[in-house]
T-cell receptor, first 114, second 116 residues
Framework: AQTVTQSQPEMSVQEAETVTLSCTYD???????LFWYKQPPSRQMILVIR??????QNATENRFSVNFQKAAKSFSLKISDSQLGDTAMYFCAFMKRPDDKIIFGKGTRLHILP | DAGVIQSPRHEVTEMGQEVTLRCKPISGHNSLFWYRQTMMRGLELLIY????????DSGMPEDRFSAKMPNASFSTLKIQPSEPRDSAVYFC??????????????FGPGTRLTVL
């Protein structure tokens, strides 16, 4: 069975700093997707970034980028120039293909301090 | 373009009562997912549908829970009878694809259920 582990339950950084959230996963599959979702205090789940396992290039979305290390089964999220609005719970997630089910990690609560 | 719509946003009920949660997926999406989020267990998939057909309900906790998708634009999750341990936030999500071809899931705002 696949598992997703987020080893940092909570983090705090100053506004404008760069922060990296860690995620590791365990699978024997070769075809899968990885996601980072953000859940702000409003509790809405918002997709931040997506990575297909077959792509070697790391995905980026504006200030958000990932470091995808397939051999190490690591999928970290880097937030550059952090903003107060980035304060949220961040979930790492795994989807094995051809399944459609997503397995979520326990989350990392990120506080951006003014 | 409207996102996934869920109702009600908050529900407070007493133990033993029937609760019905509703979801309208994004137009054009053909896969629909129901999740439950609690502090203890995190986000759990309860059931998902593809083209209105239930594909995997292995996450449904027990017979008190049931879900239906009578058409492509509407789904319900029913709890009967409700118990205090059912208190949680219930999310609905939708995506396009399914059966091994699903794209990204987009989530609704959730329904916070409190069972007294």
């Amino acid at each position: 069975a696949q598992t997703v582990t987020q080893s940092q339950p909570e983090m705090s950084v100053q506004e404008a700093e760069t922060v990296t959230l860690s995620c590791t996963y365990d699978t024997s599959e070769s075809n899968y997707y990885l996601f980072w979702y953000k859940q702000p205090p409003s509790r809405q789940m918002i997709l931040v970034i997506r990575q297909e396992a077959y792509k070697q290039q790391n995905a980026t979305e504006n200030r958000f980028s990932v470091n995808f290390q397939k051999a190490a089964k690591s999928f970290s999220l880097k937030i550059s120039d952090s903003q107060l609005g980035d304060t949220a719970m961040y979930f790492c997630a795994f989807m094995k293909r051809p399944d459609d089910k997503i397995i979520f990690g326990k989350g990392t609560r990120l506080h951006i301090l003014p | 373009d409207a996102g996934v719509i869920q109702s009600p946003r908050h529900e407070v009920t007493e133990m033993g009562q029937e609760v019905t949660l509703r979801c309208k997926p994004i137009s054009g999406h053909n896969s629909l997912f129901w999740y439950r989020q609690t502090m203890m267990r995190g986000l759990e998939l309860l059931i998902y549908f593809n083209n209105n057909v239930p594909i995997d309900d292995s996450g449904m906790p027990e017979d008190r829970f049931s879900a239906k998708m009578p058409n492509a634009s509407f789904s319900t999750l029913k709890i009967q009878p409700s118990e205090p341990r059912d208190s949680a936030v219930y999310f609905c999500a939708s995506s396009f694809g399914g059966q091994g071809a699903s794209d990204t899931q987009y989530f609704g705002p959730g329904t916070r259920l409190t069972v007294l």
